[in-house]
Nanobody, 124 residues
Framework: QVQLVESGGGLVQAGGSLRLSCAAS????????MTWFRQAPGKEREFVAA????????YVADSVKGRFTISGDYAQNTMYLQMNSLKPEDTASYYC?????????????????WGQGTQVTVSS
């Protein structure tokens, strides 16, 4: 089993920045992909960014490209999401997810491990 704990959410004005963290524990050696998803009220869970253990390859959704950066510290089993130039439409609960080798890293169905989520609210 793998446990994930997010932190770093909060309330920020438009144009501001936040840094989210996701700490993994347990059988972390089985994890290949770590990803951030977000979900706004009344909307489906949406892919934000992913990072692969092998080579550190990253993928970022078009909606946040150029503003959000994903990174990972595998020695500390921690993943980060640096969010800059935040917009009100970025308001959502942000979830950390982890999984094994998969074909569709952008699909929530591929992930077996989830954190409890952290709220990000961007005021206009």
């Amino acid at each position: 089993q793998v446990q994930l704990v997010e932190s770093g959410g909060g309330l920020v004005q438009a144009g501001g920045s936040l840094r989210l963290s996701c700490a993994a524990s347990g059988r972390t050696f089985t994890i290949y992909t770590m990803t951030w998803f977000r979900q706004a009220p009344g909307k489906e869970r949406e892919f934000v960014a992913a990072i692969m253990r092998s080579g550190g390859r990253t993928y970022v959704a078009d909606s946040v490209k150029g503003r959000f950066t994903i990174s990972g510290d595998y020695a500390q089993n921690t993943m980060y999401l640096q969010m800059n130039s935040l917009k009100p439409e970025d308001t959502a609960s942000y979830y950390c997810a982890a999984g094994h080798i998969m074909s569709s890293y952008y699909s929530p169905r591929e992930y077996g491990y989830w954190g409890q989520g952290t709220q990000v609210t961007v005021s206009s």
